[in-house]
Each structure stands twice: as structure tokens, then as C-alpha cells.
């Protein structure tokens, strides 16, 4: 009797030790895991650190004809230089930020894509302009694209505007007259553009001469399909994501705005190097 009413109080002990300690065990196996879990919420915020990387800078306008003569793969896609907001009240930050920033890049992106793996990759874009005719539509839009946008970024300035100086002063007068004749013709080539393109003032390297003209889509006087081919020293680009968001279909007024922040230095050293090149 006293043996099975032993046994009967160690099962029943047995079990509310077993129960206890079980219990015990569930208790913590969360805490085990959450511990584990913490150094995982870091990863994000390090990984952001990694893909952010500053765009490389093409060197500035003064030393372009070294720039361009470095092959075509080996082109970076060059920062802004300045602000975004830096050129209003001519032409507004958002515009800016979109043409450059997605217009621009794209043109970058697609052409370095187009060339990749390819003969065109050894060869400077000015070599490859020289042949556009025989070039993949691809090259040649976004080639374009990628050239005429870096023209056109350097030669704007937030302390631009007035008229030039130097050489390039008396040239325009030469084979102009003035200064506001000048700026008439420059102006009709870019009203008369129709559709999407450029208007440009560009030197003509078998005599020295400047002249003005306009070319379609992505185009430029350096293609061998252009009317006249040239060395380009001033760009205005008069495709609509260019101005519309501020002047809507009022190309006019763009372009009378586009003269208040003409990067005339920046002109005169491109005239200076095609003159010496002629």
C-alpha cells in the first residue's frame, strides 16, 4: 500500500516537473531568435552606401579637343556644371533637372549601350560622326544626343549673357555686320526648325568661317550628313522638353531668354581651338 502511494506521488511530481520545465523551454526560444534577427535590420542603409557613386566629369570646354579625341567607350557622362535652379528665371529648375537628368542621361546610357562590344567603342565620337551615314540609327540618335547636350550645358552659364569678345567678336561683325544681326539669323534658324533639332553657330574648317545653321532630331555639323559640315562652338536646342514646361509652345520667348545666359568665354574658346585647328 505505501508502495503504490509512493509511486502515485512521484509520477504526479514527475509530470508538473516535466510540464514546468517545457514551458520553460517555449519561453525562450523566441527571445533566442529575436536576438538573432537584430543585426539583419543594418543591411538596408549599407547597401545605399555602395550603389550611390558622383558621375565623372568630361574636363572642362577649354581642353575638348583632347576629351573628344579619347575613344568613344571610354566617355563619361559629365555633372552639371551648376545647380539645378542656377539658370532661372531664363530656364527653370525643373526643367533642368528632367532634361538633363533623364533627357540626357538616356542619350549617355543608350549610345555607351550601342557601342559596347563593337569597333565604334575604339573610335573618338568625332570619327564616328564623320561617318554617321554608315552608322546604326541607335548610334547616331543617342551619339548625338549624348555630344549636343554636353555642348549645350557648357555653353550656358547663371552669369552669362551680353555679347561676345576677342576674335570671335570680330569675326561675327566680319560676316555679320553687327552683333544684332547676328542674333536674327541665329534666331530664325531656330524658329524656322521644325519639329525637334538644334540651331547652331559653327566654324567652317576648310576656311575659318562661321556660319549658322540647324539640323533635325539629334543631329550635328560635326555628321557627315549635314548641308555644311563644322566645328560646333554654340548650341541651343530646341527640342520641346527643352522649354515647355516653362514656355509651352512659345518657342520665341525661349529662345530671346536663351541670349541672357549665353556662356560667351566658354564660345570663344571653342572658336579659338576650331580656328587653330583650320
Known amino acids: 500500500m505505501n508502495k503504490k502511494i509512493f509511486l502515485a506521488c512521484f509520477v504526479a511530481f514527475a509530470a508538473t516537473f516535466s510540464t514546468s520545465s517545457f514551458a520553460q523551454a517555449v519561453k525562450v526560444k523566441p527571445v533566442k531568435k529575436q536576438t538573432e534577427a537584430r543585426p539583419v535590420e543594418t543591411t538596408p542603409s549599407d547597401l545605399k552606401t555602395d ?10 570646354s577649354g581642353n575638348q579637343g583632347s576629351d573628344w579625341s579619347s575613344p568613344a567607350g ?22 533642368v533637372e528632367i532634361h538633363y537628368d533623364r533627357h540626357h542621361r538616356a542619350y549617355y546610357n543608350n549610345f555607351a549601350k550601342a557601342i559596347s562590344g563593337t569597333e565604334f567603342a575604339s573610335m573618338p565620337i568625332t570619327d564616328i560622326f564623320a561617318k554617321i551615314s554608315d552608322m546604326p540609327v541607335s548610334v547616331r540618335n543617342n551619339g548625338g544626343g549624348f555630344y549636343n547636350h554636353v555642348i549645350y550645358w557648357e555653353n550656358l552659364s547663371p552669369k552669362g549673357g551680353g555679347e561676345p569678345g576677342g576674335e570671335l567678336a570680330e ?4 560676316q555679320f555686320g553687327e552683333y544684332t544681326k547676328f542674333v536674327e539669323k541665329f534666331e530664325d534658324a531656330a524658329k524656322t526648325r521644325f519639329g525637334s533639332g538644334w540651331a547652331w553657330l559653327s566654324v567652317d574648317p576648310k576656311n575659318g568661317e562661321l556660319f549658322i545653321s540647324s539640323s533635325p532630331n539629334q543631329d550635328n555639323p560635326l555628321m557627315n550628313t549635314s548641308e555644311r559640315m563644322g566645328t560646333p ?15 509651352q509652345n512659345k518657342r520665341a520667348d525661349y529662345i530671346s531668354a536663351f541670349w541672357k545666359i549665353v556662356n560667351w568665354p566658354v564660345v570663344e574658346k571653342r572658336y579659338m581651338q ?3 585647328k583650320k
Do not use: G, N, R
Open 51 to 60: 550603389v550611390i557613386k558622383k558621375p565623372m566629369l568630361i574636363p572642362a
Open 74 to 95: 571610354e566617355l563619361a557622362f559629365p555633372a552639371l556644371p551648376y545647380a539645378y535652379d542656377a539658370l532661372e528665371p531664363a530656364i527653370d529648375k525643373l526643367t
Open 171 to 174: 569675326m561675327i561683325k566680319k
Open 233 to 247: 562652338i554654340l548650341a541651343l536646342d530646341v527640342w520641346e522638353h527643352a522649354y515647355y514646361l516653362k514656355y
Open 274 to 276: 576650331a580656328k587653330s
